[in-house]
């Protein structure tokens, strides 16, 4: 293995956040500059902590949450054992008389209280139920372990409080009009006082954010390349994707932090993890782990199940009643989200950027109405209609007529079909515009397949999409149906990954200083993971099986950099983003200005119509000259020329938007104008940000109110223009499919590149065992040489030396529809003898850590 020089140091593996060498010693911190939190020994858990305290907007909502939480579990727990066994069903549906004592003359009423059985004959039902006597063991286990887990996360989170107080300054009245970007930028700033972290002297957003999403940037990174979920091809169904909240935390279970998983803590991978030589006998644990939870998953189905109907019932009927078109709307899947994820995007971010493409998506979905539906429903929708109406009709007259038996239940049955048959047919005045939709959606996902784009209107595309953005009835399904598939998925499904499980880990994990070990997709490193067809051609060194699929690497780079204008992205990403910058500036200078500026409006027109009520950043970016080509655009051609934006149309938004999107600049001139009371952007700032207050509360000079306009708007201007930037690379990378359609990887080749290097008959390929994620032996010596060594990083196993994906002979890798490969192989997964390694094997490879 080649050798690179470097200044830094290795980091020895340790279990706590300690520097190597001085686990055992005092650190003598000056008088004047003690603090509790000075040397926070995990602090993954710390972030995580502050983060969601800010997100649960203070310590007593939290405080209240929590509690409530422990008071609904105990809730449907005695409720249900109340209504199996303490209520008699005879008297309450009439079917046997009650004894009361009343005068001849009187009439029987029966009231609520005469359904309830006394309280000795209830107690003797429940001891004698053997089944209700363990549900309610294990449920009282459960809660005092919930109970537990209160006690000490209250006694931990007040500590984040004294955090906010004394060292943010930020009390909890104040802190749910602070942005998160508000809060980093407080917790960078205090780190050269208290030093938490004491690995760095500094802190970076990237830091932080590794810490706080270091494991999910693994799952979205597994499920970038297709490794997770695993597909399914069901008759009549077609590929279907089941992922559901159960199916995940067993995933995080057996990867994260569960017993015998990767990792030994937070923030460090097992170290024969990151060994090549082993790894048939580490597959094999692994697999032998997934075994065992998907048989205590099985065990405990009974139980997870029952809890998932009742906590389900009791969510869901209340809602569904007083809207029965519920179950017909849509929602954003568990993969989808996953699916649409960038790299280091909190949950917040994802969730916004999401709920801003939904009416868009639920508009290009209501596109693919089955006309013969359609009719069967306004066929249906009439008749049932016209019973309900008599029905109303004769309980207006007389309201006796409910007193019949199952009126009532008739004509609440009717409404919901009513309801349910609507939802089927189609706005009268909707437009079939699918291209238009999509683009306005992939403005804000960011991501979409190649061949979606010229083919929205096809029914194929709007299956693929349903993936993502499935029916709120589909999830409540996949979630009550969970229990049951989720053992068999880990057993049959999940133990024959567990090989390309372990290469994974093992190839794609890097040391960071003060950090830990985290995905190395995640340092949005466009030299190790950049895509030739995503504008990273000339800069990229990944092979095939390097590479993230989709424009991940590149598109998280952007959005990361444009979240955090303060962040300063190594040599390699500030290269990429300079030169994304130049080319914006040359196609739009290319651009006529008054065909720029029309085409401009009609593009943002086109993005902010579908989730803002107006299109008011284009007022902030011209000004009143220009609002009579905005609305030319916004009431003539703009309708049906969003979806025949140019790069040079989008260059022009870019170059108009690129001045504002810095942070200093922006809050500079918003302060200034405050000040002064202007009115015309003050309007504008307040449409913009979505707010409804007052504007004499405005100008009244708040400085905590300009303080939360001014982050709201640099919020919505940086969403904007991570928007456009998402069309500009889209329309870039569709250009460059185009000129170069030989490397375009959407439908892989035969085999991975860099298999066209290993001799086919050379005896290591023919021993050494691979799977769908281990390369090729000739493939590390290939580039050996060429690869120049990534300053600061320690990776593991082979990737910085080559990995990529193998092709066993008699194999085909294709391209999946949503991202990533896989691998039709003709006889499973066997074990082969690994020869011997020598001493390379027996120690770590070489460490280039990322400061």
Known sequence: MAHFDTEYQRLEVSYNDSPPGEEDMLV?????????????????????????????????????????????????????????????????????????????????KVTLPDAFLPANVCSARIRNNVVVIFIMVIAGVFWLHRLIKFIYNICCYWEIRSFYINALKISMAD???????????????????????????????????????????????????????????????????????????????????????????????????????????????????????????????????????????????????????????????????????????????????????????????????????????????????????????????????????????????LGVCITICRSFIPDKHMVFCPEQLLKVILAHIHYMPDHWQGNAHRYETRDEFSQLFQYKAVFILEELLSPVITPFILIFCLRRKSLEIIDFFRNFTVEVVGVGDTCSFAQMDVRQHGHPAWMSAGKTEASIYQQAEDGKTELSLMHF???????????????????????????????????????????????????????????????????????????????HHSSHIGSSDVASALRSLSPLSTSQHLRGSFSSTLAKGEGTPLITARGLAGSTTDTRTASSGSSAWEGQLTSMVLSEYASNEMSIHAVYMHELHKQQVRTEPARHVWHRQDSDDSSESAPEDSEANRTLPRSATFPFPGALSRQEGSTAPMVGQRRYGCTPDGASGTSRPGSRMSRLPMGGWTEDVQAGRHHDTVPEEGSDDEQPPQIHKIT
């Open 28 to 108: 003598h911190v000056p008088e004047g500059s003690k603090s509790l939190w000075h040397h926070i020994e995990n602090l993954d858990l710390f972030f995580q902590r502050v983060y969601n305290l800010h997100q649960k907007n203070g310590f007593t909502c939290m405080l209240l949450g929590e509690i409530f939480e422990l008071v609904q579990l105990v809730f449907v727990v005695a409720f249900t054992v109340f209504l199996a066994n303490c209520v008699d069903y005879d008297i309450l549906f009439a079917n046997k008389m009650v004894n009361h004592t009343h005068h001849l003359h009187e009439s029987i």
């Open 175 to 413: 802190l749910p009009y602070f942005t998160w970007q508000e809060v980093q930028a407080r917790i960078i700033e205090i780190q050269k006082e208290h030093q938490m972290c004491i690995h760095k002297k500094e802190l970076t957003e990237l830091d932080i954010y590794h810490r706080i999403l270091r494991f999910k940037n693994y799952m979205v990174a597994m499920v970038n390349k297709s490794l997770l979920p695993i597909r399914y091809r069901l008759p009549m169904l077609g590929d279907v994707i089941f992922y559901t909240r159960g199916l995940k935390y067993n995933f995080e279970l057996i990867f994260f932090w569960g017993p015998g998983s990767l990792f030994e803590n937070e923030w460090s991978l097992k170290p024969e993890y990151k060994r090549g030589g082993n790894r048939l006998e580490l597959a094999d644990k692994l697999s032998a782990r997934i075994l065992w939870i998907g048989i205590a998953n099985f065990l405990l189905c009974p139980i997870i199940l029952i809890w998932q109907i009742l906590y389900a019932f009791f969510s869901y009927t209340e809602v569904i009643k007083r809207e029965p078109g519920s179950l017909g709307a849509r929602c954003w899947s568990l993969y989808g989200r996953c699916y649409l994820r960038h790299f280091n995007e909190l949950d917040h971010e994802l969730m916004s950027r999401l709920s801003k493409g939904y009416k868009a998506s639920s508009k290009y979905m209501n596109c693919f109405m089955s006309p013969l539906l359609t009719v069967v429903a306004k066929n249906v929708a009439f008749f049932a209609g016209s019973i309900l109406a008599v029905l109303i009709s004769l309980t207006i007259y007389d309201e006796d007529v409910l007193a019949v038996e199952h009126v009532l239940t008739t004509i609440t049955l």
């Open 561 to 639: 950099a444009i979240t955090n204008p303060r962040w300063q992205p190594p040599r390699e990403s500030t290269h990429f983003i300079s030169q994304l910058k130049e080319k914006v500036q040359r196609e739009a200078a290319n651009c006529q200005q008054g065909m720029a500026e029309k085409h401009l409006f009609s593009s943002i027109q086109s993005i902010q119509s579908e989730s803002e009520p107006h299109s008011l950043i284009a007022n902030l970016l011209v000004g009143p000259p220009s609002l009579t080509s905005f609305q030319y655009a916004q009431e003539g051609h703009g309708a």
